[in-house]
């Protein structure tokens, strides 16, 4: 009889194996459990702890739907998204970012020029930049998928005064790698609190905001795809982004332009009494292999 | 600004944390993010793998509700559960085993020699012993929660042909500590297959066996709760449990006995024509604090 012990349970574990499992399966899941049973032994893991861990997750998943995506978030607050990032990052590239819990797939393709702001309030912003290879040379065709909130701090998918795409498109780069389109500034905004992951912030006197950003995931033929956002140099949560996404290359000055003129491509005539902003951000992609 | 890097992201987390923050919960949290970022690191965990956690986990929502309690499982194949349980063992005690998902609430008193068997068919076992502290000393009034599969492997909460509280009962101890009561012989069986779980299990090779067991949890005022199983030391799969339950104190050996005499107490004239099996087991339990 095999007599299983505290010390002697992950060796235990790891010998449960059968001979034919895929060795990137056996890896992942040996490290797992190492790891996971040397968070119980640290702590001490009481069994009223643990049936808490448990309720916990159970919320979460209840909590989800297609639309909304607790283990996401939980991932994002325990920093496990970023790292996640991180590691996959290479210095040639763009920094990546965290995905989040609302992309939705299926925007609309957006021309050059692209006003995603139309009718809604707050300061013009008007994006622009080029995709290019880690050499600086542009890359034609890449997808540029967009989204951010809308003023009120909301994505479209939690609020249902907007259309299902609001402020979200897809554009293509022309020949010389170019993106650009006009929109309304981001705005710092909250997590989702009503779940189990608001209450973790709770508990551990944490603050749910995250520094206002524009979400890009870009994709092209041959290289790696990047999902990043951009951030402006003075947001206040800039320090300390509750998801962890801030990094160094994604934090930029938006600039201020004067009301009366805008760059080719763009028209905004009529529509804009006061300065603007340009953000001006370029993407490094990095090829697949 | 503060730039976040796959280096100092742990850092970064334990510095959120607020102030007035609960010393368990900071403890608690810290390991949980320590471990849970060593773990990423260590395997260079790609996104795919981790959109592969992440749809794992929202389905193992999905197919929880107040009967199926999947994340239960997924922490007892990981050896998560019976790793909780050895840390807050002490030597003194029984040890404990399991609690399993399968328990429900609000069991039917039995009197001592009740027969959980009734027109289930299959081996007759008696099982019987005594409630006591420590030293040996009984404790009367005890409460004893007795739960098993039917001859199908199937519990009452997975099975539409048994009532609820099939092979459900709670006993209290007399003042001499006993417990006593007839049964039909637990068999192997497989946890449930046909969620997330399921796929782990297949994934690595592992099989979903049980050794056959029954589910006890004690409880006496003034003692602290115990959550255990008792195991036959014949059982196929006893060195092999996929959920590590086994101990070398819950296994036992089912003593055969002549189908003419039972014990005082019980009563199986005439519904007993084959040898019949004896399970003595002694409980004991560790005062509180």
């Excluded at 998204?81 to 763009?94: A, K, Q, R, Y």
């Excluded at 934090?251 to 804009?272: C, I, N, Q, R, W």
Aim: hydrophobic share 35%.
């Amino acid at each position: 009889m095999r007599t299983v012990t505290k010390d002697n349970i992950t060796d235990v574990f790891l010998g449960y194996f059968g001979k034919d499992t895929d060795p990137r399966m056996r890896e992942v899941m040996a490290s797992l459990a190492k790891h996971l049973h040397a968070f119980a032994r640290d702590v001490n893991l009481t069994h009223a702890e643990w049936q808490k861990g448990i309720e916990f997750m159970e919320w979460a998943g209840q909590i989800s739907d297609a639309e909304r995506h607790e283990f996401v978030l939980l991932s994002d607050v325990l920093g496990l998204s970023s790292l996640v990032d991180m590691i996959n990052s290479t210095p040639e590239g763009t920094s990546s970012s965290v995905l989040g819990p609302f992309h939705i797939s299926g925007a609309p393709d957006i021309p050059f020029g692209h006003d995603l702001k139309r009718h809604f309030e707050g300061p013009v912003l008007l994006a622009r930049g080029r995709v290019t290879d880690p050499d600086g040379s542009p890359i034609e065709g890449a997808k540029l998928d967009i989204w951010q909130t809308a003023p009120n701090g909301l994505y479209s998918s939690q609020d249902p005064d907007q259309d299902t795409y609001s402020f979200h498109g897809i554009q293509t780069t022309d020949a010389d790698g170019r993106y650009g389109f006009t929109t309304v500034k981001p705005v710092s905004y909250t997590v989702p609190t009503d779940g189990p992951v608001g209450d973790i912030l709770n508990a551990t006197g944490r603050h749910p905001w995250r520094p206002s950003h524009l979400h890009y995931i870009c994709t092209a033929d041959g290289y790696r795809p990047l999902v990043t956002e951009i951030f402006p140099d003075d947001d206040p949560y800039l320090d300390e982004d509750t998801v962890f996404g801030v990094r160094e290359d994604l934090v930029m000055k938006y600039v201020e332009h004067p009301a009366d003129t805008f760059p080719d491509g763009f028209d905004l005539s009529g529509k804009v009494t006061e300065p603007y902003l340009v953000a001006d951000f370029d993407l490094r992609l990095v090829p697949e292999g």
